[in-house]
């Protein structure tokens, strides 16, 4: 049985219709800091199956003993964190707090139990400026602001497990820039808040939620001007953490880049919205964003070779608003 703290978040919510598609059973711990819990409902209603919603903060370490005792967990896939990155350079503390501390907690009650096996969500962020591109995973990992120390911390503490304890297994995946939703349409990228990243700006513009997207930056050196990411769609990297559950019977600490391994300007992922959903974009170039590298994409071979996966779903398809 998977534990899955953060299941009802964007990337969460998504790996658990696969994972009970795939016939696990899954109970989730969500604090719903940035979730809705009606996304239970529409989770339950895509998989045709149900799961254990348990509204709780992974730094709740009695709350964590009682879910161990009362369920037999073997594997927990750890999405649950914050992750604007303007928002940690503000308030580094309630970072470290929520991503460093509630995965101590997370890992101590873990211990306690016997429960050996999991997956952390991390991210490209880890990497810092590019000393070469495409990023590998052996790519030095010096991060830009507080979020990705986070990221880092928590993946250094989970080495350190996995050294001291033989029978330890972590996959670390690091995500590049996840997009798009589930082909259902029920749910989605739904942040509460004013949308920090790209796509989901671009889905409240287009729906009239907010007036135009604003371009941050045109002097960068990419083909057009515009920031380059790679973007991945959210059913391939969900994907991805299927296959490394199976991967999870290896011991040890392995770390795995979930990206697709091409760049996409911001440019050419508003007309690649725009021609799949048949809507314009308004839109208006700012100056940068301060703190935003200028390129970055990934080399998936690693995720190849090892997991026996890759991205899958071509740019327009990822950037359709409903299927
Ligand atoms: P999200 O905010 O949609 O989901 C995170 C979920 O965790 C939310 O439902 C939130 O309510 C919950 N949560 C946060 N802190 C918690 C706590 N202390 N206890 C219990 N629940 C808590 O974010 P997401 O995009 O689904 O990201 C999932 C993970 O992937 C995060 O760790 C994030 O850092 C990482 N990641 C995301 C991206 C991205 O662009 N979306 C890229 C790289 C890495
Ligand atoms: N971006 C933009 N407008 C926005 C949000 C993002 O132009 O409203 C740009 C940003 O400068 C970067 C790219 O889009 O070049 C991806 O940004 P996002 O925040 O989605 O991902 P990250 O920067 O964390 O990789």
């Known amino acids: 049985m998977l534990l899955v703290t953060g299941g009802l978040g964007y990337i969460g919510s998504h790996f658990v219709i696969v994972a009970l598609q795939s016939g696990y059973d899954v109970v989730v711990?969500?604090?719903?800091?940035?979730?809705?819990?009606?996304?239970?409902?529409?989770?339950?209603?895509?998989?045709?199956?149900?799961?254990?919603?348990?509204?709780?903060d992974i730094r709740n370490k009695s709350l964590l003993e009682r879910i161990f005792k009362q369920y037999q967990i073997d594997t927990v896939i750890h999405f649950a964190g914050l992750k604007a990155?303007?928002?940690?350079?503000?308030?580094?503390?309630?970072?470290?707090?929520?991503?460093?501390?509630?995965?101590?907690?997370?890992?101590?009650?873990?211990?306690?139990?016997?429960?050996?096996?999991?997956?952390?969500?991390?991210?490209?962020?880890?990497?810092?400026?590019?000393?070469?591109?495409?990023?590998?995973?052996?790519?030095?990992?010096?991060?830009?602001?507080?979020?990705?120390?986070?990221?880092?911390?928590?993946e250094n503490v989970l080495q350190d497990v996995c050294q001291a304890d033989k029978d330890f297994a972590a996959v670390t995946l690091r995500y590049f820039n996840p997009i798009g939703a589930h082909p259902?349409?029920?749910?989605?990228?739904?942040?509460?808040?004013?949308?920090?990243?790209?796509?989901?700006?671009?889905?409240?513009?287009?729906q009239g939620n907010l007036p135009y997207l604003q371009v941050f930056g045109d002097d960068y050196d990419t083909r057009d001007g515009t920031g380059e990411r790679d973007y991945i769609y959210v059913m391939d990297l969900v994907q991805g953490h299927l296959a490394a559950l199976s991967y999870l019977n290896k011991k040890g600490?392995?770390?795995f880049n979930l990206g697709t391994g091409t760049g996409t300007t911001v440019l050419e992922?508003?007309?690649?919205?725009?021609?799949?959903?048949?809507?314009?974009?308004n839109q208006r170039v700012m100056p940068r964003r301060e703190g935003d590298l200028s390129k970055f994409w990934a080399n998936p071979s690693l995720a190849k070779t090892e997991l026996n996966w890759q991205a899958v779903t071509p740019l327009h398809v990822s950037c359709l608003l409903n299927s």
Do not use: W
Request: net charge negative.
């Open 184 to 206: 259902s349409g029920l749910i989605g990228e739904n942040p509460k808040d004013i949308p920090n990243n790209l796509m989901p700006y671009i889905v409240k513009v287009a």
């Open 269 to 281: 992922l508003v007309a690649a919205f725009e021609a799949a959903n048949s809507v314009t974009i």
């Open 85 to 154: 990155v303007a928002e940690s350079v503000v308030s580094p503390m309630r970072y470290y707090d929520n991503n460093v501390y509630g995965s101590l907690v997370l890992l101590e009650a873990m211990q306690e139990h016997c429960i050996q096996k999991i997956v952390f969500s991390s991210s490209a962020t880890v990497y810092g400026e590019p000393q070469y591109l495409p990023y590998d995973e052996k790519h030095p990992t010096i991060p830009i602001n507080p979020y990705g120390h986070t990221k880092l911390h928590v």
């Open 29 to 56: 711990i969500d604090n719903l800091s940035n979730s809705h819990a009606h996304t239970q409902q529409h989770i339950e209603t895509i998989a045709q199956s149900h799961f254990q919603f348990i509204e709780g």
């Open 253 to 255: 600490f392995h770390i």
